[in-house]
DNA sequence: CAAAGGTCCTGCTCGC
DNA sequence: TGCGAGCAGGACCTTT
């Protein structure tokens, strides 16, 4: 699904044709996303204006007039920014049409994404207050990593995947800033060096940063808002490259699973 | 039938 | 022994 480049991706596409517009209309096709989504959003939003669109981990921000949208793609969902009167498909379930002409569209084939509605400050809501710092922000570095993993013996690709340590990194990135820096992912995070940290952050930081220069990662359902596909997928060396050569030092690439995830390295220059 | 990119929640384990 | 943090697994759902 999307993780964070492709919700960077999204947000990009979707600000410069929505930032501004006033809601005409709300259409709920289906409410049962992830948790229900609030009928009275129909009632609430026509009328007010999109004053900000913004990220943060892999949740979507639209900021109203008197309260923040907060949606995320869950596995499987997209938002689109299309005309009005373009049909809607059967998993466009959410959908915001603005004065003008344009509608924005969510659609997410196995519903684990949401959207949701807030009036406090945003960043207070359960679900953003325990996030922790954006892997592209100041705060996160390598000298962060290493203090919050001291005394952990779980593998270090779980701590990089658990938002509550760095928000936003998922399945594919973190096989693939865990190749870039050449840590092997089952390697206990407590038992990893301040050197190989920072290592390890700086990965961090360019496969996301080259992942958002690309438009993201496709491999089934993602596309941006304007319907392209992510282009990042060209330029994985780990992720999805099982039994293949690694292009850093030619060991055939392992497909292991962790946690129920498919994970990806390289037995030759993942230590 | 297995697997797919997320993440919340529950309950267990381990170390202090 | 008891407590809490950390950790593993299940749950959610549809499509290929």
New binding site residues.
């Given amino acids: 699904?999307?993780?964070l480049p492709?919700v960077e991706t999204t947000v990009r596409a979707i600000r410069p044709l929505m930032l501004g517009k006033c809601i005409r209309a709300v259409v709920i096709r289906s409410a049962?996303l992830?948790w229900p989504l609030p009928r009275k959003l129909v009632r609430i939003l026509p009328g007010q204006r999109i004053q900000g669109i913004e990220r943060r981990?892999?949740?979507l921000l639209l900021q109203l007039e008197t309260g923040t949208l907060i949606m995320?793609?869950?596995?499987?969902g997209?938002i689109r920014v299309v005309r009005s009167t373009t049909v809607p498909g059967?998993?466009d379930h959410f959908e915001l049409l603005a004065k003008g002409g344009l509608s924005l569209r969510l659609r997410d084939?196995?519903?684990?994404g949401c959207v949701l509605w807030t009036q406090s400050p945003v960043a207070d809501h359960?679900?953003l207050a325990?996030?922790g710092p954006e892997p592209l922000g100041p705060q996160f570095d390598g000298w962060y990593l290493f203090r919050?993993a001291r005394?952990?013996?779980?593998?270090i690709k779980?701590?990089l995947?658990?938002?509550?340590i760095v928000a936003?990194?998922?399945?594919?990135?973190?096989s693939e800033a865990l190749h870039l820096s050449g840590i092997h992912p089952r390697r206990?995070?407590?038992r990893i060096s301040l050197p190989r940290y920072e290592r390890l952050a700086d990965s961090v930081r360019q496969v996301l940063a080259r992942a958002i220069e690309a438009g993201?990662?496709?491999?089934?359902?993602?596309v941006s808002a304007d319907g392209a596909a992510?282009r990042f997928r060209f330029a994985l060396h780990a992720?999805?490259r099982g039994n293949e050569p690694c292009r850093q030092c030619g060991h055939v690439i392992r497909?292991i699973?962790m946690?129920?995830?498919?994970t990806y390295y390289c037995p030759g220059c993942q230590r």
């Fill in positions: 699904m999307p993780e492709e049962s992830r981990a892999k949740y995320h793609l869950g596995m499987s997209s059967p998993h084939p196995r519903r684990f359960p679900l325990g996030l919050v005394r952990r013996r779980a593998p779980n701590l995947m658990d938002g509550r936003g990194i998922g399945n594919i990135y973190a206990a995070a407590g993201g990662t496709t491999f089934r359902d993602f992510g992720y999805g497909k699973i946690g129920q995830r498919a």
